[in-house]
């Protein structure tokens, strides 16, 4: 698989396992992603006609009609049903439904076209560091759904981060030794709806 391409199968595959419940597209065999010539040789020959392009003229070859092009065939695509596939291809950044029977074309609903098969995008910048404590009034807010729930500490980026018990425990200390030294030190914590916690992203 040429780079561009195997991001977006990756993307496809999580996309699909999160979407349908674990069911993931397979790739229908080894020459079903990049096309070498001598392979795409072999299937003119050997495929019935219309089935296999001419050589050298394959979108699985790396370019097609004069445009770079990569190209995946899924063979599992029909557990999941015809619109539900395409959607799942165009949300990964493949172009479904090239050949899906319009122009004289085959109909091959399992074939995935990447238009932009050796564009690798950026990784994304990983965030800064966030500190979790406020200098200027030490003030940390807390939000729990019950007395008993899990605590998270909200955060200023907008986000919720989940306190385990001994890091909680702590919090507490240092909040009371502050108190006895008269420092200011402010540990707020409010009570939330589960709907409302689900709602706050968690901090990643
Ligand atoms: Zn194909």
């Known amino acids: 698989m040429m780079p561009g391409t195997a991001v977006k199968h990756d993307r496809l595959v999580k996309l699909a396992r999160a979407r349908f419940n674990g069911w993931e597209p397979v790739v229908s065999g080894p020459d079903d992603a990049y096309r070498t010539y001598a392979v795409q040789e072999h299937y003119y020959r050997t495929f019935p006609p219309g089935m296999a392009a001419w050589p050298g003229t394959s979108s699985h070859g790396g370019s097609y009609e004069g445009e770079e092009c990569g190209a995946v065939d899924y063979g599992n695509w029909g557990q999941v049903g015809k619109q539900p596939w395409y959607q799942l291809l165009r949300d990964a950044g493949f172009e479904p439904g090239f050949f899906d029977g319009q122009y004289g074309r085959p109909v091959e609903p399992w074939h995935a076209i990447d238009r932009t098969p050796w ?26 759904e019950s007395r008993q729930g899990s605590k998270y500490e909200l955060l200023r980026d907008g986000t919720k981060r989940l306190i385990p018990t001994p890091e909680w425990n702590a919090i507490r200390s240092l909040e ?22 689900k709602k706050i992203p968690t901090y990643k």
């Open 119 to 144: 564009h690798v995008p950026a990784a994304p910048k990983p965030r800064p560091p966030i500190d979790i404590e406020d200098e200027d009034t030490m003030t940390r807010t807390f939000i729990q």
């Open 176 to 197: 009371a030794e502050a108190k006895t030294r008269g420092q200011e030190f402010q540990v707020v914590v409010a009570t939330v709806t589960a709907a409302d916690l």
